[in-house]
């Protein structure tokens, strides 16, 4: 019997160390009775969670309103999924363990991971490797494998026409993944980056592609099918344009969910784009309200650019 993409998913039970459960577990706790799952993703997931690494969640709820302690943050939610928070905890060892984790409905991530959402803010991530750390009901667990799947499948129908002739997997993967990093605001700029992480789980891409087009050729390319360029262009050009005013905006909403955070988001911000701004004392004292201002003021500045 072949494979499936669901097969090769639900395999992925990656190991975590006993800080990245512990703060599952807290994060579970701070929400309690909306939390449909947890998945731990991302560089300190690839990274095997080095000391000190900030570590990454996404929280699938069942509801903003109940989620949240205002009307104002769970509307933004609503209308700007996903909403970003920030947690850090001094441990036993006076180490500071931080972590982010993005709230979205389970409804919702399973919208924007199909074919039918323009940016690649779920797709992106979620056709890499993540771990499922908690789940309500298996039930759950099955609707986020489902999603993933069309988060594969969207990602591969979204490189497939801008490759010409025969490819590897890890070079087809990490064309997209540069694509898709290219809209938001991160660190891994080239694409020379996106190969590194693509080969560090070679054997799971490899699988994923030849699940999609079929086995490769003896020197391990595949022959991928040949579509038009021009639209498919056309929609990374618009993710680009909009995509980074957005992921601003939600992190400068961040702002307001720890101590000190809207001069922490302003710097991580400049570290990426080499922009500032200097907020009013208004803007520092609401940011969730004011996140769309000054997102529009960075935009000004040409921090997205």
């Known amino acids: ?51 000190g690494k900030m570590l990454d969640f996404y929280v699938l709820v069942d509801s903003y309103r109940k989620t949240h302690k205002n009307l104002v943050r769970a509307t933004l939610n609503y209308l700007l999924p996903p909403a970003v928070y920030y947690y850090e905890k001094l441990d036993k060892n006076n180490i500071l363990n931080t972590c982010k984790y993005s709230i979205i409905s389970l409804s919702e991530f399973e919208k924007l991971s199909g074919e039918k959402s323009l940016l690649s803010m779920i797709w992106g991530r979620f056709c890499q490797p993540c771990r499922i750390l908690y789940s309500e009901s298996s039930a759950v667990t099955k609707r986020i494998l489902i999603a993933r799947e069309n988060s594969v499948r969207h990602m591969a129908s979204q490189i497939t026409p801008l490759i010409s002739g025969p490819i590897k ?5 990490a064309k997209g993944f540069h694509e898709s990093y290219k809209t938001e605001l991160r660190p891994e700029s080239s694409e020379k980056r996106a190969i590194e992480i693509v080969e560090r789980y070679e054997n799971r891409y490899s699988r994923i592609t030849t699940v999609l087009f079929g086995k490769p050729d003896e020197d391990g390319y595949y022959v ?27 992190v400068i909403n961040s702002a307001a969910t720890f101590d000190g955070g809207l001069d922490y988001i302003l710097m991580k911000l400049k570290n990426h784009s080499g922009v500032t701004i200097s907020p009013t004392s208004f803007e520092k004292k609401h940011p969730v309200i004011c996140s769309p201002i000054m997102g529009w003021k960075l935009w000004r500045k040409g921090a997205f650019k």
């Open 1 to 51: 019997m072949n494979e499936t993409i669901i097969d090769i998913l639900s395999e992925e039970n990656i190991l975590v160390n006993t800080r990245v459960a512990q703060i599952c577990d807290t994060i579970v706790k701070r929400h309690s009775g909306r939390v449909k799952a947890v998945i731990y993703y991302g560089s300190s997931l690839r990274d095997l969670d080095k000391p």
């Open 169 to 173: 997997s890890s070079q087809f993967w």
């Open 224 to 250: 991928i099918p040949q579509k038009t360029k021009i639209y498919t262009k056309t929609k990374w050009f618009i993710r680009r344009l909009i995509g980074k005013p957005m992921t601003a905006i939600r």
